[in-house]
């Protein structure tokens, strides 16, 4: 018999519930900007950014799951970090929930400051501070789904919370929740500016299953990817199980995984490949691999082109494919009827849109610190300096894939990725 599972959507920062579903505008709230700006309202998110067939990836993929834009017992979508729900509500959200048994208060309190009111804020959007209050919310809509299993989707900090909501679940969900097994399928988690907490860069013991897609053309600062690192299930080694079982948790809820970071997962590593954990590399921006196909991956519908439309073609495939193995039911078919060999060498046939999404096909600069390269991470804390060049951990790309490296490329880590 199929499993009873339950399937939450994150969105991305700035991104509403009906993303790529509706164009939103943002009201302007004083006479001064109006006048300055001959208008009422910004337009803020223009559907026609994104490819017809994948819409905003969690959302069309929560739309497919639920018949709807709206929960159901099969599927929860949760807002996107300085947004409100839905593209019309200008000064109020959608409350969130906050009901694990065991969710201490000092967090219930701090998710009732993201809870009501207008949400909307570029500074809200930059600062992040709402990701723990939207991955509690996520969690909490899982637990009360009353599922067996849980699979979880997300893009941006949207991903981050999928990896946040699988250790609130552990930690705060009580003893009939805390082994019910998580699959997550993550697109270009980034956690954003300041602080990454050690419940973003180590998966919870309970997820059976971690799937990350990273962006290969993204430079822009503050937004360095997190690779999360394999738990114990997945690795296999009495050592890591050992951490595990013996450290305690943190005191509080963004130290809960202080204790327990295992073995990075992009530095070398005499050790197996961990199971249930896959990490794939490719091209294009931030937004291009959740669904815009636009030729700077940006924010203008006039430059859409159907070509680069074949990256987010290939991960919403990627998506659907993933969580119907993790047993979980779509009520429409698949809209991308292209294949994923066709999808692949139009991308690399059509790779210039992507070559100068990150400063041209050649990489390599006489500038220091390879600006042209994205960073990624694995560690906790502050400090900035702890990042990786992605084209460092990831081993040399195939010679017959187009992926512009640096000459100063070298090594890899612990896991085999795949180029797509």
């Known amino acids: 018999m199929p499993k009873d599972v339950f399937t939450v959507c994150f969105c991305g920062t700035g991104c509403a519930r009906d993303e790529g579903e509706e164009t939103r505008y943002w009201d302007y709230k004083t006479s001064l900007v109006r006048f300055l700006s001959k208008?009422?309202?910004?337009?803020?998110?223009?559907?026609?950014?994104?490819?017809?067939?994948?819409?905003?990836?969690?959302?069309?993929?929560?739309?497919?799951?639920?018949?709807?834009l709206r929960n159901t017992k099969r599927s929860g979508s949760v807002r996107g970090v300085g947004e409100n729900d839905w593209y019309d509500q200008m000064d109020r959200c959608d409350p969130l929930l906050s009901n694990l048994e065991l969710t201490p208060g000092d967090l219930r309190k701090y998710v009732s400051g993201y809870s009501e009111g207008d949400q909307r804020g570029m500074a809200n959007q930059g600062l992040g501070w709402a990701?723990?209050?939207l991955a509690l919310h996520g969690a909490s809509l899982a637990a009360a789904s009353g599922a067996e299993q849980y699979n979880f989707i997300g893009h941006s900090r949207g991903g981050v919370e999928a990896i946040m909501a699988a250790w609130f679940l552990y930690?705060?969900?009580?003893?009939?929740?805390?082994?019910?097994?998580?699959?997550?399928?993550?697109?270009?988690?980034?956690?954003?500016?300041g602080e990454w907490y050690s419940i973003q860069t180590q998966l919870a013991p309970q997820v059976a299953n971690y799937v990350g897609v990273y962006a290969w053309d993204h430079l822009d600062t503050g937004f360095s990817a997190v690779i999360?690192?394999?738990?114990?299930?997945?690795?296999?080694?009495?050592?890591?199980?050992?951490?595990?079982?013996?450290?305690?948790?943190?005191?509080?809820?963004?130290?809960?995984?202080?204790?327990?970071?295992l073995a990075d997962p992009l530095v070398r590593q005499e050790l197996p490949q961990p199971e249930g954990y896959k990490l794939?590399?490719?091209?294009?921006?931030?937004?291009?691999?959740?669904?815009?196909?636009?030729?700077?991956g940006l924010y203008d519908a006039t430059k859409v082109s159907d070509d680069v439309g074949a990256v987010p073609r290939l991960v919403y495939k990627m998506a659907r494919g993933y969580l119907t193995q993790w047993d979980t039911?779509?009520?429409?078919?698949?809209?991308?009827?292209?294949?994923?060999?066709?999808?692949?060498r139009r991308i690399h046939?059509?790779?210039?849109?992507?070559?100068t999404m990150a400063l041209g096909e050649v990489r390599t600069s006489r500038l220091p610190l390879r600006q042209s390269v994205r960073r990624v991470s694995s560690i906790h804390g502050m400090r900035t300096w702890d990042r990786y060049y992605l084209e460092d951990v990831v081993g040399t790309p195939p010679y017959n894939l187009t992926y512009p490296c640096t000459i100063e490329q070298a090594g890899d880590g612990w896991i085999d990725w795949t180029f797509l």
């Open 39 to 68: 208008t009422e309202r910004q337009l803020k998110s223009d559907k026609n950014i994104f490819d017809p067939q994948t819409g905003y990836i969690p959302v069309r993929i929560h739309k497919e799951i639920s018949g709807g």
């Open 131 to 133: 990701d723990a209050a």
């Open 171 to 193: 930690a705060y969900g009580g003893e009939a929740r805390k082994n019910i097994p998580i699959n997550i399928f993550a697109i270009d988690p980034v956690p954003g500016m």
């Open 228 to 261: 999360p690192r394999p738990n114990a299930r997945m690795t296999k080694q009495k050592a890591h199980q050992d951490i595990e079982d013996g450290r305690g948790l943190g005191s509080t809820w963004a130290t809960l995984a202080n204790n327990r970071q």
């Open 280 to 296: 794939y590399a490719i091209r294009g921006r931030h937004g291009t691999v959740a669904g815009i196909y636009t030729t700077d």
């Open 329 to 344: 039911e779509f009520q429409t078919r698949s809209r991308v009827r292209e294949g994923v060999k066709s999808l692949r």
């Open 349 to 355: 046939t059509a790779h210039s849109h992507f070559d």
